[in-house]
C-alpha cells in the first residue's frame, strides 16, 4: 500500500542504456569491407548510367572510350563521396558513437597544419628528384590523360572538385578516420594502424604503376602520422586535398605542353 500514498515517491527504474563502442580489428575490417563496396557501387552507377545512355547499338571501344575520359572519372568521384560517408554513418551509428566523435572530425591547430604542408613539400620534392633521377615522368600519364580527356569534354572544373575535394573527403574519412580509429584501438595499436590504413588507401589507387604506389603509401604514412599527432581527420582532409590541387595544377601544366 506504500505506492499508493501520494507522500510517497514513485519507485524510477533507470532505463538500459548501451555504452558506445569503437570497432576493434576484425569489426573494423569487415565494416571497412562495407563501405569500400559502397564506394565502389556509388562510382559504378555513374559509370554504368554513362555507358547505357549511348545512343545507338552498343559499342566496346566507345564504351571503354567513356570509361576513361575525364567526365566519367569525375562524376564517379563525386558520387562515391556520399556512397562512401552513407556506409560509414550506418557503421558508426551502430557502434552508438557520434559521427563526428568517431572520426575526429574536429579542426587542428595552425602549428599541425604547418607542420603537414611543410612535410608535404619536403616529402613530395624527394619523389619528384628521385623520378628525374631515374629518368621517370614527374606526373603519372593517367593523370594528364584524364586532364586532356576532361579539358575536351569541358569538365575540367568538375575534375579539379573531384580530385581537390571528394576524393580526400571520402578517402580521409575511410582511411584515417573509420580505419585508423577501430585498428588503433586494437592490437595494432597506433603503428600498426598507420601502416595497414596506408597499405589500404595505397591499395584504392590501382591507376598507377609500382612507382607511383611508393609514392602514394609514403604519403599515406605521413597522413596517418598527422592523424595521431594532431587528432584531426579534417587535418588530414586539408593536406590530402592540397597534395591532388598540386599534382591537378602540375598536370595540367603538362597537359598544354604536350
Known sequence: MDRLDPAAPPIMVAPVTHPPRIWKFWGTALWGLFIFVA?????????????????????????????????????????GMPAALGAIWIATRLSRTPFAQYL??????????AIGVGALVVLVAGWDLLSRALGREVAPGFMVDVLKS???????????????????????FFARGFLYRGWS?????????????SLVWTA??????????????SIGLLLGWLRHRSNSTWLTVVVHGLNNLAATLQSIWLAGAS
Open 150 to 172: 576532361a579539358r575536351a569534354d569541358g569538365a575540367l572544373w568538375l575534375l579539379v572538385i573531384a580530385f581537390c575535394v571528394a576524393a580526400p573527403v571520402s578517402e580521409e
Open 185 to 197: 584501438e586494437s592490437f595494432l595499436k597506433v603503428p600498426g594502424a598507420i601502416l595497414l590504413s
Open 104 to 113: 575526429a572530425l574536429r579542426w587542428s591547430s595552425w602549428r599541425d597544419l
Open 39 to 79: 564506394l565502389f557501387a556509388g562510382q559504378l552507377v555513374v559509370v554504368a548510367w554513362l555507358v547505357l545512355r549511348q545512343e545507338g547499338p552498343f559499342d566496346l571501344a566507345a564504351a571503354i572510350h567513356v570509361v576513361g575520359g575525364g567526365l566519367t572519372i569525375s562524376l564517379s568521384v563525386i558520387m
Open 204 to 217: 584504392l589507387h590501382l591507376q598507377y604503376d609500382w612507382f607511383f604506389f611508393g609514392q602514394v603509401f
